[in-house]
């Protein structure tokens, strides 16, 4: 049955791909000659580098400051810096010393580059024992960041929509879920579309590979792809994924015309009821919910449910940890840096008003997700095995798909409309030119 949803997030920045150049300023490793280690009591002052812009303008951020200072009297001042750009502003300033004493870590700091940039917080088997998805920012044994929040991977709904039309259940089959969207259609509860693609602002698309690994149950799907000439068979991840949104545009569930799409609107549409469903990370849960209450509706509307597909009768989500928050090298408060660092994740309630999950083993759930979390197994995705970790890229690359590129998806839902291609042929095109960037990269 579907459970009630509650509060807060907005999505955290993607991380650029894009190695980081390093200058002769920041070549050194280590911890720095003469600077503090991270041992001590908290005292002093530090700076907090931040991509939640909206956090430091609506005021959370200065209660934060106020709670921590409230445990460590001896900390003088918290300097919280918002960075509206914040990959690019980061990957610039740190090109010298200057860039905060905690930071979140950019994505374009590669992995044997962090002992350059960030102290080790701790041996990753150690940090492992109390923190979830810690290998993301770990390298040869030692962990250099610790994730804000967890998110897991699934579809955002109205819940009230769903309900008026008498579905109550979670459906656990693509062909399920389609004839849901079906039967909400028939109902004529969602006035705008049962399904909604946000075709034009075209980030979103991607929001659907969030279903990869889910499908079959496999945190090596990944891995396993680039050994496949055909991923976009029928039962893949990939085939259910796209062969999902190509049945739900061919079968007129989605919106009128997705080239008019609009993000900013559609929060407003899934949030009053206009839209039914929206395939979203469960960051975006806060997002809608906000939306429902400034349109006078209510966000208890706003829930969430599983990628339709089970394996052995059970549902799967990918989860992961969102940005990693390390300490600067140069930090000359390294002892400040560490506290806030724990006191975030473990005291100030951060996970839980973003609706995701705490960072910590033993952490709490957030109620909007309690529901969610006890009908789902989650997976992690594993790493690429050492030498690979660019293969997947180099095929994607070299096949002329680029799956991270928006166009693929869009090209899938223009076939859709027109009926130019079926979704069979689509798949083959796909297959075939995967294929040859196979060949192309192995030669």
Same mark, same amino acid.
């Given at each position: 049955m579907f459970l009630p949803q509650r509060r807060a997030r907005v999505a955290a920045a993607s991380a650029a791909l894009t190695v980081l150049a390093l200058t002769a300023a920041c070549s050194g490793g280590g911890s720095g000659s003469g600077q503090q280690s991270a041992d001590g009591e908290p005292s002093g002052e530090i700076t907090v580098l931040t991509w939640r812009t909206d956090l430091v303008e609506d005021g959370t951020f200065d209660e934060y400051v106020e709670q921590f =200072?409230? =445990?460590? *009297?001896?900390?003088? !001042?918290? $300097?919280?810096? @918002? /960075?509206? !750009?914040?990959?690019?502003? #980061? =990957?610039?300033?740190?090109?010298? !010393?200057?860039?905060? !004493?905690? /930071? @979140?870590?950019?994505?374009? %700091?590669t992995p044997d580059q962090y002992e350059q940039f960030f102290e080790p917080l701790g041996s990753q088997e150690e940090m492992a024992?109390?923190?979830?998805?810690?290998?993301? =920012?770990?390298?040869? +044994?030692?962990?250099?960041?610790? *994730? #804000? %929040? +967890?998110?897991?991977? +699934?579809? %955002?709904y109205n819940k009230r929509v769903w309900e008026e039309a008498g579905v109550t259940d979670f459906p656990t089959t693509p062909e399920e879920f389609l004839a849901d969207l079906q039967t909400i259609k028939d109902a004529g509860v969602a006035e705008v579309a049962p399904l909604y693609t946000n075709y034009k602002d075209g980030w979103p698309l991607s929001q659907w590979d969030g279903w990869l690994g889910a499908v079959t149950a496999n945190p090596d799907w990944k891995n396993e792809m680039v050994e496949s000439d055909e991923p976009w068979a029928e039962g893949t991840d990939y085939g259910v994924v796209d062969g999902t949104i190509y049945d739900a545009v061919a079968q007129e569930l989605v919106e009128a015309d997705p080239t008019t799409t609009n993000w900013e609107e559609s929060k407003r549409l899934l949030g009053t009821g206009q839209v $039914?469903?929206?395939? /979203?990370?469960?960051?975006?849960? *806060?997002?809608?919910? &906000? $939306? $429902?209450?400034?349109? +006078? @509706?209510? @966000?208890?509307?706003? &829930?969430?449910? *599983?990628?339709?597909v089970q394996v052995d009768g059970k549902f799967h989500a990918v989860a992961g940890g969102d940005y990693n928050l390390g300490i600067n090298v140069h930090s000359d408060n390294k002892v400040t840096a560490r506290a806030w660092i724990d006191w975030f994740n473990e005291e100030s309630g951060y996970s839980e008003s973003q609706v995701g999950l705490s960072p910590l083993k033993d952490g709490p759930v957030p109620a909007a997700l309690q529901g969610f979390m006890e009908q789902v197994e989650l997976i992690t995705l594993n790493p690429a095995p050492e030498g690979q970790e660019s293969l997947f890229a180099d095929i994607d690359t070299a096949s002329g798909i680029v799956t991270t590129d928006p166009k693929f998806r869009q090209a899938t839902i223009d076939a859709a409309r027109s009926g130019a291609k079926t979704k069979q042929q689509i798949f083959d095109e796909l297959n075939t030119a995967w294929a040859e960037g196979r060949a192309e990269v192995g030669d």
């Open positions: =200072k409230q =445990k460590y *009297p001896d900390v003088t !001042d918290v $300097a919280v810096e @918002a /960075l509206t !750009d914040y990959e690019g502003e #980061v =990957k610039t300033r740190m090109n010298t !010393d200057e860039y905060g !004493d905690v /930071l @979140a870590i950019p994505g374009s %700091v024992s109390t923190y979830s998805w810690i290998n993301d =920012k770990s390298f040869e +044994g030692q962990s250099y960041g610790i *994730p #804000v %929040v +967890g998110n897991v991977q +699934g579809i %955002v $039914a469903t929206m395939v /979203l990370g469960s960051w975006a849960i *806060p997002q809608m919910q &906000a $939306a $429902a209450e400034e349109a +006078g @509706a209510s @966000a208890d509307d706003i &829930a969430y449910m *599983p990628v339709p």
